[in-house]
């Protein structure tokens, strides 16, 4: 068992490891979009897919340690969580301290990629938002009619003399 949990917890390290670049890359984008900065946005979007893929490689070896660890403890797998598997372990005071940080490392770091991608997120709206603000302002000015239809002489395009003849036409 003992080795057992010295591989799970080799994985969460692994993964807090992984999730701790992601934290890097998403901290570092956060510049960039208040810049608008696209070609640099794009290249860190691309470095991020690479980290998350080695997440989810780590996660299913997580997963995998995890059904081992299930079927040693004759639990089932599905109902089985970190946090039970800590306070199983509480006869086994070092492999229980070692799960339970590496487990504590791992939240606290997803907690604040999360925190960091929601204040992106946020970032992003904002740009969408004035871009369609600046769109519908070119599209409103694009279909304005025309106010202020005077000629280089002050004087108006339109048919002033007729209206300035001083008749009043009651039947209008």
């Known amino acids: 068992m003992a080795s057992l949990m010295d591989d799970l917890v080799g994985i969460l390290n692994d993964e807090c490891q992984q999730y701790q670049d992601l934290l890097e890359l998403s901290s570092s984008k956060t510049p960039v979009l208040v810049k608008g900065d696209l070609d640099k946005l794009a290249e860190i979007t691309d470095e991020e897919q690479g980290v998350v893929a080695k997440i989810s490689f780590l996660d299913k070896k997580r997963e995998d340690a995890m059904k081992v660890v299930a079927d040693v403890l004759n639990r089932d797998v599905n109902t089985l969580k970190l946090t039970d598997l800590i306070q199983i372990l509480a006869k086994k005071p070092e ?69 300035m003849s001083g008749r009043f036409d009651a039947k209008q």
């Open 95 to 163: 492999e229980q301290r070692a799960l339970s940080v590496a487990c504590d490392k791992l939240r606290l770091v997803a907690d604040s990629v999360v925190r960091v991608n929601a204040q992106n997120q946020e970032l992003i709206n904002s740009s969408l938002e004035m871009v369609q603000f600046e769109m519908n302002i070119l599209q409103a000015a694009k279909r304005a009619p025309e106010t202020a239809n005077y000629t280089k002489t002050a004087g108006t395009s339109g048919d002033v003399i007729g209206m």
